[in-house]
Antibody, heavy 120, light 112 residues
Framework: EVQLVQSGGGLVQPGGSLRLSCAASGFTFSDYSMNWVRQAPGKGLEWVSYISSSSTTIYYADSVKGRFTVSRDTAKSSLYVQMNSLRVEDTAVYYC?????????????WGQGTMVTVSS | DIVMTQSPLSLPVTPGEPASISCRSSQSLLKSYGYNFLNWYLQKPGQSPQLLIYLGSNRASGVPDRFSGSGSGTYFTLKISRVEAEDVGVYYCMQALQPLGAFGQGTKVEIK
């Protein structure tokens, strides 16, 4: 079965750090670009980061640039995001999502989501 | 940055009846080789989003054929030919032309 299983998340104080993981199975992880998308409570979706299949191209939304670092480990078929200097406004459910192969970007497989709460 | 605007934001529907959601982009999503870089997603209550339509009009794997996407350039439409109870949730359009493309605000579909 093609799936993405997320781990990490939780409650952290403002200024703190957290690392999220996303384990892929059922497909050749190294063939696909990957993404992180977040959703603040009661709000819409925000695409926050993209990493190409070979990690040569990485993008960050302005809202997280300089604070978040995305990486991937082909041997472990896993995607990560290291989140530093967390702010209250980073509170959200974070989803990892596979980028469908082909032109453009389309997220055809999603993880189950993990909640990150930034609060004192 | 490209801005995506959906309408309506709330859509009460009757099972068995058709439904339609519009999405407008601030810039054309049509590239010269004919692709419209516009996707549609559905987020059912308590679930992760799922891809419905990519490149404007292509149904994703496993998506029922009652869902269809149309439009080009800056104006797009998602149609449900006959709404079923399982179709409730929030529908989002997303521009896929630029990295980190914006999603629309979402359209909440609920049964009347």
């Amino acid at each position: 079965e093609v799936q993405l299983v997320q781990s990490g998340g939780g409650l952290v104080q403002p200024g703190g750090s957290l690392r999220l993981s996303c384990a892929a199975s059922g497909f050749t992880f190294s063939d696909y670009s990957m993404n992180w998308v977040r959703q603040a409570p009661g709000k819409g979706l925000e695409w926050v980061s993209y990493i190409s299949s070979s990690s040569t191209t990485i993008y960050y939304a302005d809202s997280v640039k300089g604070r978040f670092t995305v990486s991937r480990d082909t041997a472990k078929s896993s995607l990560y995001v290291q989140m530093n200097s967390l702010r209250v406004e980073d509170t959200a459910v974070y989803y990892c999502a596979r980028d469908r192969r082909g032109p453009g970007h389309a997220f055809d497989i999603w993880g189950q989501g993990t909640m990150v709460t930034v609060s004192s | 940055d490209i801005v995506m605007t959906q309408s309506p934001l709330s859509l009460p529907v009757t099972p068995g009846e058709p439904a339609s959601i519009s999405c407008r982009s601030s810039q054309s999503l049509l590239k010269s080789y004919g692709y419209n870089f516009l996707n549609w997603y559905l987020q059912k209550p308590g679930q992760s989003p799922q891809l419905l339509i990519y490149l404007g009009s292509n149904r994703a794997s496993g998506v029922p054929d009652r869902f269809s996407g149309s439009g080009s350039g800056t104006y797009f439409t998602l149609k449900i030919s006959r709404v079923e109870a399982e179709d409730v949730g929030v529908y989002y359009c997303m521009q896929a032309l630029q990295p980190l493309g914006a999603f629309g605000q979402g359209t909440k579909v609920e049964i009347k």
